[in-house]
């Protein structure tokens, strides 16, 4: 049994992985952090968890956890992992970091959108956790920085056609809808119920949002030359998910290529990626609750241009869900352990 600590376990990600755990056979999980619920149990916090959960949230240091457990995902926010990740290491533990600390690897870049980094020389070692590009490379690693929730999105959509040269870099149009989990369970103005419900709005318009630089890492790899992205979020008034919606016009090879075969064929051993039928858009009520990424293509001949859209759960795939996913490849566990459950519906 493979013994796992939850650092941030009373946040969003942090209940949903101890959800995720609760089910995954090759697990025990022995050590769950929170400062401000420490000594309640996690399941009188949030409780789903009762009869399902059974471990008590406590306010431990990095010192104190390192005898609890041997492998950790920390699951809170960024500018806060950098000062927990280098000593779980240095300890001999191996990380899920679900913050955005370790995804980017270029330190400046790093610096520019969030702040000056603590332990920039883990940035060339951490390897991006979406494992459907990086599978091997995870397998092997120390340290998964876990894909932001609209990159994941993003980047599952777009990767194929941009590493088949069948759309134009230089086009792409991002517009993505996030649930309001996606802002975390702490306080404030923007995600009250009455800010939110009943209306629909964009924030950080203009280029302004911080997942930016890690969808352009991830597409400028794939395309093998620097891409830039115009991606605009909206906030939506339910809980989970994320739809993107991406527009890019196709290059002549795109135009007369068969990309819903491109499409099957490159997702079809992925246990989580469903290539959904031509003319059937996602939805994220068919992934919600699930570890799926649902996409789907249609090509706009009128204006030359393509539209792929992509659903996941923002909090599952979007966050602890693949945690878990990489989790399972760390440890050498079979990848879809403890995900195969169907998204719940209605
Ligand atoms: N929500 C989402 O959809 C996604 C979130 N993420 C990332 O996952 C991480 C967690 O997100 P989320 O669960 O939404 O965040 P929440 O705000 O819901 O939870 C944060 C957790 O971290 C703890 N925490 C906060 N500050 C500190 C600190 N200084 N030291 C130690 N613990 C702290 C909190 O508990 P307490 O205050 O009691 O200690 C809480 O358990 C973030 O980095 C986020 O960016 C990634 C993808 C998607
Ligand atoms: C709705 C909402 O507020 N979403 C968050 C994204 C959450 C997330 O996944 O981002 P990180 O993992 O990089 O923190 C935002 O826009 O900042």
Redesign the pocket.
């Known amino acids: 049994m493979l013994h796992v600590g939850i650092i941030g376990a009373s946040g969003y990600t942090g209940v949903e992985l101890a959800r995720i755990l609760a089910g995954h056979p090759e697990i025990r999980l022995t050590a769950a952090t929170s400062r401000q619920y420490a000594g309640k149990a996690l399941a009188e916090v949030f409780p789903n968890l009762r009869k399902r959960v059974d471990i008590v949230c406590e306010n431990l240091s990095v010192e104190e956890l390192l005898d609890r457990a041997d492998f950790f995902f920390a699951a809170v926010p960024?500018k806060t992992a950098m000062d927990i990740v280098p000593r779980l290491l240095d300890a001999g533990k191996k990380v899920v970091d679900?913050?955005?600390d370790y995804r980017l690897h270029d330190a400046a870049t790093y610096e520019a959108w969030y702040q000056p980094h603590s332990s920039p020389h883990l940035l060339a070692e951490a390897v991006y956790g979406l494992p459907e590009l990086y599978r091997d490379r995870i397998r092997t690693a120390r340290l998964t920085a876990n894909p932001?929730?609209?990159p994941t999105s993003v980047i599952l959509a777009l990767a194929p056609l941009l590493r088949h040269g069948l759309i134009d870099p230089a086009t792409l149009i991002i517009d993505s809808k996030?649930g309001?989990s996606?802002?975390g369970r702490a306080a404030s103005v923007g995600t009250l119920f009455c800010e939110v419900t009943d209306g629909f709005k964009p924030y950080k318009v203009g280029g302004s949002?911080?997942?930016i630089p890690e969808i352009e890492q991830e597409l400028s790899l794939a395309a093998g030359q620097p891409v830039t992205v115009s991606f605009t979020?909206h906030?939506l008034p339910i809980s989970r998910g994320i739809l993107s919606t991406i527009y890019a016009t196709l290059t002549e090879q795109g135009r007369d290529a068969d990309l819903h075969a491109l499409y099957e064929s490159t997702y079809d051993a992925e246990p989580f990626v469903r290539v959904l039928p031509a003319g059937t858009p996602p939805a994220t009520q068919h992934v919600r609750g699930s570890n799926c990424c649902d996409l789907a293509l249609q090509k706009d001949s009128r204006t030359g241009r393509l539209i792929v859209m992509s659903a996941i759960d923002?909090i599952v795939k979007?966050?602890s869900g693949q945690a878990v996913q990489n989790m399972n490849l760390m440890n050498g566990f079979p990848e879809t352990t403890g995900l195969l459950g169907a998204p719940f519906f209605p």
Do not use: E, I, W
């Open positions: 960024h679900l913050s955005a932001g929730c609209y996030s309001t996606g802002a949002h911080r997942h979020p906030l923002n979007g966050a």
